[in-house]
């Protein structure tokens, strides 16, 4: 998995969970590991865009398995996504100078307009040992744009006991991020001063597989994470019109006096946990079809505490043809901090109106189909679609229709062993 950076448009189907958890390497699987006896080269391309022109993202991704001994691999893996469009800085009262967006009840959303353009690149090695009844991998890459830069390693164990019926998986990962804010100044982009900071992650997983029978297997999986430093957002800002915006506190745009408007403030720790719960039913006389179901709850220091439930059907059809469709919903609730606006201010002297920290609910869905072809070569191809709204939400917390979304995001990916 590539990073998941709390920066809108970078998430693609993965902001549907909202408060996210796994680094990179951090997973766990429903089976035993095999030592890989091929060759392999992965490619996939995918077009994220989210409704009224707001964030569009593309996405390459690339990568390589090569088989050093019949116990040890080497992965490469490679991504790179291409940022464009807008995205909302903070709700503010309707008429307020400087803000373009939608309205709602005496309220709008400012968006940043059409300015964001960035280009991410990821790259990590992974290095996977795999013994009779045990698997070690080893994974370290890094992240960088032109306004975050991300160092990051894992190291996970994966145990397999009771006649291999039975996986325990266990794993650490790290990350070291750096985020500031790019302001153009004469028409030139440069590093805003005294704006963004330096903070790290430390994530533990926990987790069991145990196979029931022949067709079935069950799940679960615990996941801690703890952040700390830098956790703002360097382009949110709060509606506060009981205070006058001056110094670094002032949004970089415009540049004249902006009046009622201070920086997204957060907490500078944040502790998160996650569980899963996962069903895996094989259906032998359906062509051997799997249905997928999982749970996942989520809650964190700030106040946030999720729920999701995704279902998903792998049908085989004819001449190797797979077809998936899938169904999920997520619900959260707000932030401890979050507001629509401050009227007045906050004694912990956090703000935020970050809609990703509000509380909603989301429903999303996919198709995808794959073909292979020679036993080499397989080809698949997918769309997935996301509404969110604040009325579809179960979990309560503060939010505002201003927020709602969707997107769509469209696949294509190729897999051949040689």
């Known amino acids: ?44 391309f995918s077009r994220y865009a989210e409704s009224a022109g707001r964030m569009k993202v593309d996405i390459y991704q690339a990568a390589a398995i090569l088989p050093l001994t019949e116990r040890l691999s080497l992965k490469f893996n490679g991504v790179k996504d291409v940022v464009t469009g807008a995205s909302p800085v903070g709700p503010a009262a309707a008429g307020t100078r400087g803000c373009k967006g939608p309205h709602l009840g005496g309220l709008m959303q400012c968006m940043s307009g059409a300015s964001i353009s960035d280009v991410r690149d990821s790259v990590d090695v992974n290095a996977t040992y795999y013994m009779d009844n045990d698997t070690v991998d080893v994974d370290a890459g890094r992240s960088s744009e032109n306004d975050y830069a991300s160092d990051f390693f894992s190291v996970n164990n994966r145990l397999e006991i009771n006649d291999k019926l039975t996986t325990i998986t266990t794993g650490y990962a790290y990350a070291a991020d750096h985020v500031w804010e790019i302001v153009p100044i004469d028409g030139v982009k440069v590093r805003a001063a005294n704006v963004g900071g330096a903070k790290e992650t430390h994530q533990g997983i926990l987790g069991l597989t145990q196979i029931l029978d022949k067709d079935s297997l069950l799940q679960a999986n615990l996941t801690y994470s703890y952040n700390g430093g830098y956790l703002s957002d360097p382009y949110k800002y709060v509606y506060a019109p009981w205070t006058n915006c001056t110094g670094f506190n002032c949004p970089a745009i415009p540049a004249s006096a902006y009046p009622g408007f201070i920086r997204d403030t957060r907490p500078g720790s944040r502790n998160q946990i996650g569980i899963l719960l996962g069903y895996v039913r094989n259906f032998a006389a359906l062509n051997s079809a799997a249905l997928h179901a999982d749970y996942r709850f989520y809650a964190d220091t700030w106040g946030v505490d999720s729920h999701t439930f995704e279902f998903s059907w792998i049908q085989p059809v004819v001449d190797d043809w797979q077809l998936t469709p899938r169904l999920r919903y997520y619900t959260q609730n707000s932030a401890d901090f979050y507001n629509v606006m401050f009227n007045s201010p906050s004694t912990t002297g956090y703000y935020s109106s970050d809609y990703r920290l509000a509380g909603f609910g989301a429903i999303g869905g996919g198709l995808h189909l794959s073909k292979a072809f020679f036993n080499k070569l397989t080809v698949s191809g997918g769309m997935d679609f996301y509404k969110r709204e604040y009325g579809y939400g179960i979990s309560g917390g503060t939010g505002t229709a201003l927020d709602n979304f969707t997107f769509s995001m469209f696949s294509v990916s190729l897999n051949l062993k040689f």
């Open 1 to 44: 998995m590539a990073v998941i950076k709390d920066k809108s448009g970078q998430a693609a189907w993965s902001v549907l969970t909202g408060a996210a958890l796994a680094l990179p390497g951090m997973m766990s699987v429903a089976h035993a590991d095999v030592a890989p006896l091929n060759y392999s080269l992965d490619t996939n």
